[in-house]
């Protein structure tokens, strides 16, 4: 039910087809050799195009594809450029005669909706400015391991109203979990994905400007970065605005006993303080290894 499908943004995803791609993680996870040996992707060749650099997306999708068998190809920003020297519709209809899916992160969503369109091969974000579905898989993931279910859980979200928290406002939403949101005046997530997430029915979304109110009970704390890239210029400015957004243990005191914190990585010191980062409720480097189970998962089912 998977083969051949894009995988854009989780929004094209029901909940049993997230409900299997975590599955499989699993599966991928406490059977890795097993996956070695009988190389499900032998033959299957990935292209990564990188606009945005990254640690944790190319070791993981590079070491996937290896494990199950297939080969990758990596094209950074000084090996091609999408959309400059050729349109990316014409680098699309190439690509796809060559390969048998493209991993693509960009900076525009509709670049990734333009190769999916014109490949005829599946096409990964691996990140754009509207989602981070590879991110949300791994997350909820971590979430489903530690707790051993996504019912009755409260994810906080504090920090940027950006696309990593519009996957997880889609994943939590699809999956049954609450969500509350908190951002400054100004940094909210898109009207459009809230109200998709609303329309659901199945968990809450809420979005508050008040970090006290939303970290209240919370069994899982997540936050993001808040400079992305390519916002480097606006730095000095949004680090104004998100003063008083930053995780730590005076913070942290009104979340569960046992709660999780989670950050994608890289982290900053004025998002989350090192006490929190390295203190005993942190499981991000956990979640950033699940990275390489979830994105194994995308790979082998799509491909």
Not at 15 to 23: G, K, M, S
Not at 136 to 141: E, G, Q, V
Not at 271 to 293: I, K
Request: glycine letters at 6%; charged letters at 25%.
């Amino acid at each position: 039910m998977l083969r051949n499908r894009s995988f854009l943004t989780l929004r094209d995803f029901s909940q049993a087809e997230i409900r299997f791609l975590l599955d499989t993680a699993k599966d991928f996870k406490q059977n890795r050799d097993l996956y070695r040996k009988d190389a499900p992707l032998r033959g299957k060749s990935l292209i990564m195009i990188f606009q945005k650099r990254s640690t944790r997306t190319r070791v993981t999708a590079e070491l996937a594809m290896a494990d199950l068998g297939g080969k990758s190809i990596f094209l950074g920003q000084d090996d091609i450029h999408l959309g400059v020297n050729e349109t990316i519709k014409d680098t699309a209809m190439v690509l796809g005669r060559m390969a048998s899916g493209i991993l693509a992160r960009v900076y525009e969503h509709k670049d990734v909706e333009i190769l999916a369109k014109y490949t005829g091969i599946p096409v990964i974000n691996a990140l754009s400015d509207t989602y981070h579905p590879l991110q949300c898989l791994a997350d909820l993931f971590t979430i489903e391991i530690h707790f051993g279910t996504f019912e009755g859980i409260k994810v906080a979200w504090i920090g940027d109203g950006n696309n990593v928290c519009h996957s997880l406002m889609i994943g939590c939403a699809k999956m049954g979990l609450t969500m509350h949101i908190a951002t400054p005046i100004g940094y909210e997530p898109s009207e459009d994905i809230l109200h998709y997430c609303k329309k659901l029915n199945h968990g809450e979304i809420y979005v508050s400007h008040n970090p006290r109110e939303v970290i209240k009970d919370a069994d899982v704390v997540v936050t993001d970065t808040f400079v992305s890239m390519g916002q480097e210029a606006q730095r000095k400015e949004k680090l104004k605005h998100f003063k008083d957004f930053q995780v730590n243990s005076d913070l942290t005191s009104s979340a569960k006993s046992d709660y999780i914190f989670m950050h994608c990585l890289p982290r900053h010191p004025e998002e989350v303080t090192d006490e929190v980062f390295y203190g005993p409720h942190s499981v991000v480097f956990e979640e950033a290894e699940n990275r390489l189970y979830t994105t194994a998962a995308v790979l082998k089912n799509l491909l």
